[in-house]
Structure formats: C-alpha cells, structure tokens
C-alpha cells in the first residue's frame, strides 16, 4: 500500500492486503500512542460479521496486549456503538474492524480516539508512521505489566439503552420490516426497534461470516421494497454491513435516501427551533432538490467534498447539529460522534409516529430530480484529472445540461473506481452523457 489509511481507515483484502501481522502492528502502535500517559491503556474493539474479523480481532488484541494494554472485546456490534461506548467508558481508544458496504473477501480496521470521534489526519500519519518504521522499537512490557483481554458483548445493552432514549415516542402500532444486510446490525436493531413497541420483520439477520451486504441491505434494497408491500408495513430500513448507515423504503415500497431522510429531520429540527443556524451539512453528491427544500423551509445547506469525515469536520467547526450523505450515512451530533445508521432510522421513525403522516407524504417536501451514477473500474485512479480525453468528455456533458443540471466525476475513496454522476431535468439525456463519459474512461483507464 502507497500510504497505509484512506479515506475511513485502513482498507483491503482480507489475508493479503490487510493481514494478521499488519493488524499486530497497528495494535501495538495505537496502544503505545493513544496509551502514552497510562499504565494500561484501554482498547476496545468491535467488528463486523466477516469471516476475517476473527483473525483480525485476535491480531490486534496480541497486539494490544503486547504493548500493554487491555483489548475489550465487543464482539459484533454497529460501528457506531464503539464510538458511543469508547468515550463513555473513557477508553483511550477504540478500534472496528469492517470494510463496511464492501464484499466479504474485503476488511478494514478504523479508529476512534477516546473522544468517540475518527482521528484526524495528523494522528493517522503519526501512527502511520509507527507502523511502518522497520525497526519495531516501542516498548514490550513483560510480567505483569503485559496486556489482556476482556470480553464485553454485554456492553451492547448499554448503547441499546442510549440509542432508544433519543426519540420521545414508542413505535407501538407501526409494521417495519428491517433489511440487516446480515452485518453488524443483525442483534442490535431488531432489539431496538421491538423495545420501542415496533412489529418487527427482520430480513437478512443471519450471518454466516461470507454472506454480508449479500444483495442485501442499503446497497441491494430491492428485496426490502418487496417485502414491505408483501407484509403492509408503514416502512423499511436498510443498514449497511457495519450500520453506520441508513436507508429506507415508504409504504409503498419507494426508497427514501439519505438526502429525503435529512429533509425530513431537518424541517423537524427547524420547526422546533433546534436546528442550529437552520443549516444542514451535505456533500456535493446530494440532490438539487435537497437544497430547493431546505432553502424553500428558510434554512440553509452547507456543501463539503464526499466524505463523512469532510461533513463531520464542517459541523464541528460551526457548531451544527445535523449532516450527512445522501447514500444515508448521517450525522445526529447531539446524540453521537459518527454516522449512525440505528440512530438514524429511529428520528426517521419517530418523525412519522408524532406526526401521524405516511413515510411517502414526508418524503415529498423534497423533489429528488434525476440523477444517475455509474462506477467505472479502473486498474489505477492516479492521474485520471490531468487527461486530456476525460477533460473533455466532462466538458462536453456540461455543456449539454447548461444551468439545467451538474457533472460530478470523483475516484472512490475505498475502491479502484471512478464515479460519473450527472444531474438534470431528463433522465434520458443523462444516461446518455453519463454513459460517453464513463466509456472515456474505461478506454483511458482500464
């Protein structure tokens, strides 16, 4: 690997990319950094469904303890349940393993400092930088003062019992079908919901350790949509492999993104007065339409690149409340310090429950206008901005939509992918442009 973490964490395949020694190393070092001004610093860990999260988990505790410390195991649980639990256990770390929407051969490892928020690049380069120094040189504590391991699934009750404490109404009368993607998910949001009082269809809650984000979940979400006008539910949600994301279906089986769920919390929010700076945090990837809403409601949108450390970043330096990406990874900062797909479905939820209004009647204070994006993959994404043929493939579908609509062209932050989005008033006249451009690339790039 040119440099060790992307854009979330350090990513690849499982065994070959990101192995068991790297996995050690990564322990060790995290323990020696964020550990410095404790005799045994805390580590806790949590991963996803994977068949390779069980050799990683058990690398990275070696690891750990090499160094001194003490790994709490969480065993599976949402990613945004390690955030919420490492600061309040005022743990000086904690760590998931997941490469999250990814097939299974893929993982990861991310860490959150003891705050409950990703680190920033500066630490990543510091403990970049440990790792990969040919010399292992950080201490190596021996007799008592070596490291150990604690198991703590139990710990998931105590994010159970904070996530169902942020809405003020139960669920009770409501049908929801609920898509795991047989993730992280699996245990904990059928919990959650049924405590509410939900009538709970759980799909996909079955892991098996290779079946994760299987044409299930967010990014498959077909199946969620049959099955929610097969049983005459109110709605659906859909999570992500680690749940740190949320989608969901109205009843009549329609997807409502990421970008109509911020509308809706966000008009809630505004209306009550909630909002701060009646703005809400979104990417350049979300929809005209979110920003015609919000603007019609007399609030404001604040764009950053993709990317929910860039939309994190911008809340934390003015002080906002609600961000997030239209593939429904959402920030709630009054409640967490990270994109929480159980979270999210429950504002959603609740939303619909207090106003006593159908999911598709909320969904229509946005109009989503077309907008289509292809993934192009690519064997290198380095240079694709300086060639000259992309250049002009992109300049030429901007000058056929004019004022009408936009081009987006972005590499993947996770995968060898290029992404060709357009927007604009006719989807015909889309695919068409997307698809000239997207055959620019493979012929230049692939």
Not at 166 to 172: K, L, M, N, Q, R
Not at 212 to 224: E, P, V
Not at 296 to 311: C, E, F, I, N, S
Request: hydrophobic share 40%; with cysteine; proline share 4%.
């Amino acid at each position: 690997m040119a440099r060790l973490f992307g854009t979330d964490g350090v990513r690849g395949v499982a065994n070959t990319q990101l192995t068991p020694e790297l996995a050690f190393r990564l322990g060790r070092a995290a323990t020696f950094l964020f550990g410095e001004e404790h005799e045994r610093p805390t580590v806790l860990i949590g991963r996803d469904t994977r068949i390779s999260g069980h050799m990683l988990e058990a690398a990275l505790a070696a690891g750990i303890c090499s160094a001194g410390g003490e790994a709490v195991l969480l065993g599976v649980v949402p990613t945004p349940a390690v955030a919420y639990l490492t600061r309040k256990l005022n743990a000086q770390a904690g760590v998931v393993i997941s490469a999250s929407h990814n097939p299974y051969p893929d993982n990861g490892i991310k860490f959150f400092a003891g705050t409950g928020y990703k680190l920033p690049d500066a630490v990543e380069d510091r403990l970049e930088e440990l790792v990969l120094t040919h010399e292992d040189n950080l201490p190596r504590p021996t007799g008592d003062k070596v490291g150990m391991i604690t198991y703590r699934h139990d710990l998931i009750q105590a994010y159970v019992d904070y996530v169902a404490s942020t809405v003020d109404t139960d669920f009770c009368g409501l049908k929801i079908v609920l898509d795991c993607a047989n993730g992280a998910a699996y245990e904990t949001a059928p919990m959650v919901l049924r405590r509410l009082g939900a009538d709970v269809i759980v799909l996909n809650a079955t892991p098996n350790g290779i079946n994760i984000n299987d044409h299930c979940g967010s990014t498959h979400i077909g199946g969620l949509q049959q099955a929610v006008t097969a049983h005459g539910a109110q709605l659906g949600i859909a999570h992500d492999g680690d749940a740190d994301r949320c989608l969901a279906v109205d009843e009549n089986g329609e997807v409502v993104d990421g970008d109509q769920i911020m509308v809706i919390c966000a008009l809630d929010l505004l209306r009550r007065g909630k909002l701060a700076d009646n703005t809400l945090v979104a990417t350049v990837m979300s929809n005209l339409g979110l920003h015609q809403a919000i603007k019609q409601a007399g609030g404001k949108v604040l764009v950053t690149p993709v990317g929910d450390r860039y939309v994190l970043e911008a809340m934390r330096e003015k002080g906002l409340v609600l961000g997030g990406e239209q593939s429904g990874h959402i920030i709630f900062s009054d409640y967490n310090t990270t994109g929480d797909g159980i979270l999210t479905a429950l504002q959603l939820i609740a939303n619909v429950q207090k106003t006593g209004k159908k999911l598709s009647e909320l969904a229509k204070v946005m109009t989503r206008f077309p907008q289509l994006l292809v993934n192009v993959r690519v064997k290198s994404k380095e240079g694709w901005q300086q060639n000259e043929r992309i250049a002009a493939a992109i300049r030429e579908g901007e000058a056929a939509l004019g004022e009408t609509g936009r081009i987006l062209v972005r590499p993947s932050g996770t995968e060898p992918l290029i992404r060709v989005m357009a927007e604009g008033p006719v989807a015909a006249e889309l695919e068409r442009i997307v698809s000239a451009i997207a055959d620019v690339i493979r012929r230049e790039l692939s």
